[in-house]
C-alpha cells in the first residue's frame, strides 16, 4: 500500500464537481519571483491547486527542483510550472486544452518576464505525452498531474497509460507528483509502493521519485 501520511486538514472552500473561485490574483509562493501576482480568470473548468497545497508540494520538493525540467499537464493557471521556474527550474512545459486559458498562461508567462523559459501547448495532455514526450529534454523531469479529480474515475484507463509511460520515460532522478481526492483509491497507483502520499484535505498528493542511476 502507499504510505499515507495525514496532515491538519483545514475547512475545504469548493470541491471536484463545483470548485471554488480563488480570490483573484493569485501569487508566486517561493523562489526569485516570490509574491508576484498570477491573473486567474475564475473559469470553474480551471481547478487551481489550493495555494497552501501548492506550498505543501514545493517543500516536499524541496531543493532538487532545481535545474529540472518541470511539465505540467494539466496546467490550468500555469501556476506549478510558473513556480517551478520562480524556484529554479531550467524550463517548464505547460499543457492545457483550454486556448482561452493556455492563452492567460502565456500572458502571466510574459508579465514575469520568463517566456523564454515557458513552452505552451494548448492541447489535450494525453496526446501529448505520446506525441511529444520523447523531444522533452533527458534532463531530470518534475512532472505535475494535476487533472479534473473526476479522471480518475472516469478517464481512470488514459490516466493510469499516462503515468506508466511517465515513469518509464522519466529520465533518472525525476519526481512526479499526482493530485486526486478521495473518490480514488491511491492503491491502484502504479508501482504503488513507491508513492508517498499525503493528505490535504480535499486533496490528496503523491510524491514518487526516481532513483539516480547506478
Known amino acids: 500500500m502507499a504510505k499515507r501520511r495525514p496532515v491538519k486538514k ?16 493569485m501569487r508566486i509562493i517561493g523562489g526569485r519571483l516570490k509574491n508576484k501576482k ?26 532538487p527542483i532545481k535545474e529540472k525540467v518541470a511539465i505540467d499537464l494539466f496546467s490550468g493557471t500555469g501556476a506549478l510550472g510558473l513556480e517551478a521556474i520562480s524556484r ?15 492563452k492567460l498562461i502565456r500572458d502571466n508567462a510574459e508579465a514575469l518576464e520568463i517566456s523564454d523559459l515557458i513552452t505552451i501547448y494548448a492541447q489535450n495532455s494525453f496526446m501529448w505525452v505520446k ?19 473526476d479522471f480518475f474515475v472516469s478517464r481512470w484507463e488514459e490516466m493510469e497509460k499516462q503515468m506508466v509511460t511517465l515513469l518509464e520515460c522519466a529520465p533518472p532522478e525525476s519526481i512526479l507528483i499526482v493530485e486526486f481526492d478521495d473518490k480514488f483509491d491511491a492503491a491502484q497507483l502504479p508501482d504503488v509502493e513507491n508513492w508517498d502520499v499525503r493528505v490535504y484535505s480535499p486533496a490528496h498528493v503523491g510524491i514518487y521519485r526516481l532513483p539516480a542511476e547506478d
Open 131 to 149: 506525441k511529444e514526450l520523447d523531444k522533452v529534454a533527458q534532463t531530470p523531469w518534475v512532472v505535475f498531474i494535476c487533472p479534473p479529480y
Open 10 to 25: 483545514k475547512p475545504a472552500r469548493g470541491t471536484a464537481a463545483q470548485p471554488s473561485v480563488v480570490d483573484a490574483p
Open 88 to 102: 529554479g527550474a531550467v524550463e517548464a512545459h505547460l499543457i492545457e486544452r483550454h486556448v482561452p486559458t493556455s
Open 38 to 63: 498570477i491573473e486567474y480568470s475564475g473559469d470553474t473548468r480551471t481547478r487551481p491547486m489550493k495555494e497552501r497545497v501548492r506550498e505543501a508540494v514545493f517543500n516536499l520538493i524541496g531543493p
